[in-house]
């Protein structure tokens, strides 16, 4: 089956400073990928999605100057959490679709990310 | 705006037991809907989607769920569980022309021996 991976799976990093989640989907080409954040024992929340080339669209309250996204081709997807504070502290969760509505999503893994 | 509502969030049941996981779903345009399973320390994986034609749609590993429109839902049920199945269930919506995914809360699915 189609297979997407993220990396790093876990990040500790200090209040301030960036951190750079990779997704890339590893034998299909993704023409949309999305990213999701998850608290606690609560549901997968839609921050963005981004198309390959395009400005990713983001979801109403997720700010874009704090939450960069790049999708610079059909197998990659960054987010960059900009001047990390706690608040931001969650469990990050990307996916990838390679083809449009009604097309299966794959999950990756998640990236746990602890701001100190 | 589509909405998505899980009504257990825990469901423990017996091996070889029959579960049914509900799912109810609001939105005012015509949907896709979808299960996806995450196993421990796994990403989500789909279980089944439902797109169009038959209302009953089956996953390969026993599961079933049968799209009621009149009823707004999308229960996902399984004869007979097994220890394997446990994970935590989630059930998701999104506009037909979209891909956008709007998901319940999630369903942990725990089978006793």
New interface residues.
Partial sequence: GAVVSQHPSRVICKSGTSVKIECRSLDFQATTMFWYRQFPKQSLMLMATSNEGSKATYEQGVEKDKFLINHASLTLSTLTVTSAHPEDSSFYICSASPGGPGETQYFGPGTRLLVL | AQSVTQLDSQVPVFEEAPVELRCNYSSSVSV?LFW?VQYP??????LL?Y?SGSTLVESINGFEAEFNKSQTSFHLRKPSVHISDTAEY?CAV?????????????TRLTINP
Avoid: I, T, W
């Fill in positions: 896709y996806y320390n796994q990403g989500l994986q789909l989607k797109l989630y999104s506009h037909q022309g979209a891909q956008k995914l709007v998901f319940g809360q999630g």
